[in-house]
């Protein structure tokens, strides 16, 4: 499955939407492909209101990506938890995603303007 993982520059300008606010746009996003997966948009941490996202206690481990800690976003009509994931020490071959943020297409939106 690793050699299914592709990660490449995503072109435009994305941005992410929690509760009806915007809290990131970059024009770094990475798009990542895992296999017959939905390509995911990772947002580099720097282009995202960190203050609106707490850590979680959630923590998933991939084989191929590593260890995924968790956010759980502080939105005006409530908490959306465990809303957003991030690689913090990924595995070789998977360090483009290192700072970066994903998050949850059912929880926030992810568009590219």
Excluded at 41 to 69: H, W
Excluded at 92 to 98: D, F, L, R, S, T
Aim: aromatic share 10%; proline share 7%; glycine share 8%.
């Amino acid at each position: 499955m690793a050699g299914d993982i592709r990660i490449r520059e995503a072109s435009g300008t994305w941005v992410v939407r929690a509760g009806g606010a915007v809290i990131g746009e970059t024009k770094q996003a990475l798009e990542l492909s895992e296999g017959s997966y939905p390509p995911v948009i990772y947002f580099p941490r720097e282009d995202i209101a960190m203050a609106f996202l707490d850590p979680s206690d959630k923590q998933t481990v991939c084989p191929f990506k590593g260890a995924a800690n968790y956010f759980t976003i502080a939105a005006k009509s409530g908490p959306i938890n465990d809303a957003a994931w991030s690689y913090e020490s990924p595995k070789e071959g998977m360090e483009a995603i290192a700072g970066h943020l994903a998050f949850y297409p059912d929880k926030v939106t992810v568009e590219r303007l």
